[in-house]
């Protein structure tokens, strides 16, 4: 591992840390058309975000079902503000919120 050699450098790898890090987790199936507007949606807001991929079978759904309570994509968590994270199931609600908060 190289050592930073000056303070741009280190801002640079600062400002890319904190931009790329991205507090926005979907939980997702790459085929489900629901999950697809959402993805849009994203994009369309320049949005980075955590893509939790669930497909069918997977055991990571344990984790999507003791979140939200049921077993179904499009969820979101956004944790964005700690102090209020937002989750929730249905795109169309999903795609409001986000809408409301980022546009
Ligand atoms: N009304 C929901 C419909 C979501 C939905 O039907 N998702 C399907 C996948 S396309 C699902 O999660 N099915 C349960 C499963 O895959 O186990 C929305 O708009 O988000």
Redesign the pocket.
Known sequence: MGTISNSHEQSLIQNNFYTCNPMIELYQ?EH???CAKVRQKMEELDLDYICRNMP?GSPKRKLLVALGGK????YLVDTTNPKNPVMM????DINDYLEKTYS
Request: hydrophobic share 25%.
């Open positions: 199936m489900c058309p629901f069918k077993e179904q994509v499009p199931y249905e795109s169309d």
